[in-house]
Every structure is written in structure tokens, then in C-alpha cells.
């Protein structure tokens, strides 16, 4: 009786080719399995079979919003190919287990996409994002636009403390930026104010590079580069997906500490005056021992002299007495 409905509807709904059955090693496995029965009759029951699972396949994805990535898909693809083949070697060929393979898939197709919808459509919890997804429908990419949940590009601001001669990292990257249709760009700019109870307007910002890498690098920070860091993500265009700032303070180093000169108390005037006269003396009696040690060096070295000169004379004396 199932199987006589199965016919009945199939007769009247128009075979479509819904997500999965978008992939062509899909198709192929399911025209394969038909034509590999050698019954016609057969064939025909089982292609009627495989176009129902399609339409059910087709109501599943529409009430997952209808769409799918080349992610997800992707995945219920192969699970979905690596239990069919289980069936394959398993099955007798009755139609009951077909119809069960074909509710298998489109179980699978369901669990991957509670899964896809809910988190991976559109993971962007601020910024606009526009991006490429399968149209279950028609099997043809098009393009989806997630806007942001608050309904503006703005997502926040940050701050970034470092010290002078110090470098800082800015970096606005997010992990959906790369489901970005195009290759949009990162803009950062700059200016030293920062966000008071007045707004900034975009002829505050200067400009510093605009660049498909998502951060940028400042060395060597002075203490004047410090204020408002703004980083936007474009396209050509000029349509904004996203947009935060970084709201950078720099310290200024503290100033060396000096080795203090060590300076020696003066003495007072009446200790100074005991000291000197106290080394009067003994200043007089260094001078009188160097003076009288000078002069007995002095008599000393005249003594040796006149030896010196007397001795000659007594040895010539003593010959001449000889002779």
C-alpha cells in the first residue's frame, strides 16, 4: 500500500534535484543503482522511488531557509555516499530498504543543516555579511546578505595600553570575514582624539593604509601616536562590512634615575681650626727631620769623597819609598 502512494504522488510532482542530489557524484550513484537492476519494471519502480526522496529532500532544505553551503553540503555528501554504499553491500533489493536509504538521506541532509542554519548561515553577530550559498531549488549559487543583528556596521571598540618604545598589534579580523564575497579590504586610519561625549566624524581620521592583511604592526611607540586607531572592511565600492577602533594609550617611559653625587659635609669652623692647629707641629718636625737627613746624607757623601781622592795618594807614596 506504501509503495502504491509512493507511485501515486511520484506520478504528479515533477522530479527535482534538491541539495544533495546538487552534487553530480550523487546523481551518478543513484542512476547507477536504478539502471543496475536488469528488471525494467523494477527500474522504473526504484527511479520513482529515488525522485520522491528528491522532493522530499526539497521540503527539508525549504524549511532550513532553502539554502546550503559548499561546506555543509560537502559533508552530508560523503556521509551520505558512505552509508549508501553500506546499503549496497548489505541490501536484499526489497523496495522497503530503499525507501529506508532514501529517509537515511534525507535525514542526514536535515541533521547537517540544523547544524548549518542556525550557527554557519550567518555567523556574523555584527557587521554586514554578503556571501555565495547553494540554492537547493535550482542547484545554482547565488548570493545570501546576513545583516548585522544591530543593524549597524560599528562593532565596538577596544582598548590597547603600551608604553613608549613599546610596539602594538591591531588586528580586526573575524573568522567570517573569509565568507566575504570579493576581496574586500582593510582600511585603518588614525586620529588623537578619542570618543567623548562628542562623535567622530570620519574628516577626523587620517588615513595610514588600507591592505588585505587584517592587522597592522606600530613600533617604536611614541607617546603622541597614542588616540583613536579605526580599521573598516570594504569593498571596492566603498560598502562597509564591518568596522571597530582601538582605543590606543601610551605611556610614557619614567625619567633615568641619576646616581646622586655624594657630597662631604663641611667642617664647622671650630673643628677645622682644632685640626690645623693640631697639625702645625707635626708638619714642623717632618720638615726638620728632612732637613737634617738631608744634610748628614750631604756630609756623608763628602766623606766618601776624600777617601776616595786620599787613597791614590798613599799608594803612590808607598812605592816611591820602596823603590
Keep these: ?81 558512505s552509508e549508501f554504499e553500506r546499503f549496497l553491500d548489505s541490501t536484499s533489493g526489497s523496495t522497503i530498504e530503499v525507501i529506508q536509504m532514501m529517509e537515511k538521506g534525507r535525514q542526514i541532509l536535515e541533521k547537517h543543516l540544523d547544524s548549518f542554519i542556525p550557527d554557519g548561515l550567518c555567523p556574523n553577530k555584527c557587521g554586514l555579511l554578503i556571501r555565495r550559498v547553494m540554492d537547493c531549488t535550482s542547484c545554482l549559487y547565488r548570493t545570501y546578505t546576513c545583516p548585522s543583528p544591530t543593524g549597524q556596521q560599528d562593532c565596538g571598540e577596544y582598548a590597547v595600553d603600551a608604553e613608549e618604545g613599546d610596539q602594538a598589534v591591531l588586528d580586526c579580523f573575524l573568522s567570517w570575514h573569509r565568507l566575504l564575497l570579493g576581496k574586500p579590504e582593510y582600511h585603518y586610519s588614525w586620529t588623537p582624539y578619542v570618543p567623548t561625549s562628542t562623535k567622530l566624524e570620519r574628516d577626523d581620521f587620517k588615513v595610514l593604509v588600507v591592505t588585505q592583511d587584517s592587522s597592522v604592526v606600530l613600533n617604536q611607540l611614541h607617546v603622541e601616536e597614542g588616540g583613536t586607531y579605526q580599521c573598516s572592511l570594504q569593498n571596492q565600492s566603498g560598502t562597509v562590512f564591518y568596522k571597530v577602533k582601538f582605543l590606543l594609550s601610551v605611556a610614557a617611559l619614567p625619567t633615568k634615575d641619576q646616581k646622586p653625587v655624594v657630597t662631604l659635609p663641611f667642617l664647622q669652623y671650630g673643628h677645622g681650626q682644632k685640626w690645623r692647629e693640631a697639625l702645625v707641629p707635626v708638619i714642623s718636625i717632618i720638615i726638620a727631620c728632612c732637613i737634617a737627613a738631608s744634610l748628614g746624607l750631604v756630609v756623608l757623601l763628602r766623606e766618601i769623597w776624600k777617601r776616595q781622592k786620599v787613597k791614590p795618594l798613599q799608594e803612590e807614596n808607598l812605592l816611591q819609598n820602596l823603590l
Excluded: W
Excluded at 520513482?48 to 524549511?63: C, G, H, L, M, W
Excluded at 546550503?68 to 560523503?78: E, K, N, P
Design 1 to 81: 500500500m506504501l509503495v502504491l502512494l509512493l507511485l501515486v504522488v511520484c506520478s504528479v510532482l515533477p522530479g527535482v534535484r534538491l541539495c544533495l542530489q546538487c552534487e553530480r557524484s550523487v546523481r551518478l550513484m543513484h542512476d547507477d543503482f536504478v539502471l543496475s537492476e536488469p528488471d525494467i519494471l523494477k527500474q522504473i519502480e526504484l527511479q520513482k522511488i529515488v525522485d520522491y526522496a528528491y522532493v522530499t529532500f526539497r521540503e527539508t532544505a525549504q524549511s532550513h531557509m532553502g539554502v546550503v553551503d559548499f561546506t555543509t553540503l560537502y559533508r552530508a555528501r560523503t556521509e551520505y555516499q
